[in-house]
């Protein structure tokens, strides 16, 4: 999990997609619950939580999308990508190479 000792991570994404999963399997209300607190936990904390059924694969299916918000807010909370060369342009920005 991310290092959260560096920047405190205030907000979860969650996807419609998520809620519609959580209707299709019939998760009751306690489950769904569940689930939530889980992937706050995870998120916020670095925490795993075990959870059984669909509410355990719901929360298996979401902890890479998680893991990779907070990576990207981690990075976005450092300035972004390090800077190559002279120009000062992001890694990987061909925009801002110089025209030959």
């Given amino acids: ?7 405190d991570i205030i907000s979860l994404t969650f996807f419609k ?11 009751t ?6 689930v939530v607190y889980a992937m706050c936990e995870y998120s916020f904390y670095g ?9 355990g694969m719901m929360f298996e299916m ?4 998680i893991k990779s918000s907070n990576r ?4 976005g909370s450092a300035g972004g990508k390090k800077a190559k060369g ?7 920005n061909d925009n801002a190479k110089k025209k030959e």
């Fill in 62 to 65: 979401s902890k890479p999308y």
């Fill in 72 to 75: 990207k807010k981690l990075e």
């Fill in 29 to 34: 209300r306690e489950q769904y619950g569940a």
């Fill in 47 to 55: 925490i795993e939580t075990e959870l059984s059924n669909g509410a």
């Fill in 17 to 27: 997609d998520w809620h519609e999963l959580a209707k299709k399997y019939r998760l």
């Fill in 1 to 7: 999990m991310a290092d959260t000792e560096k920047y």
């Fill in 86 to 92: 002279k120009s000062g342009a992001p890694e990987g």
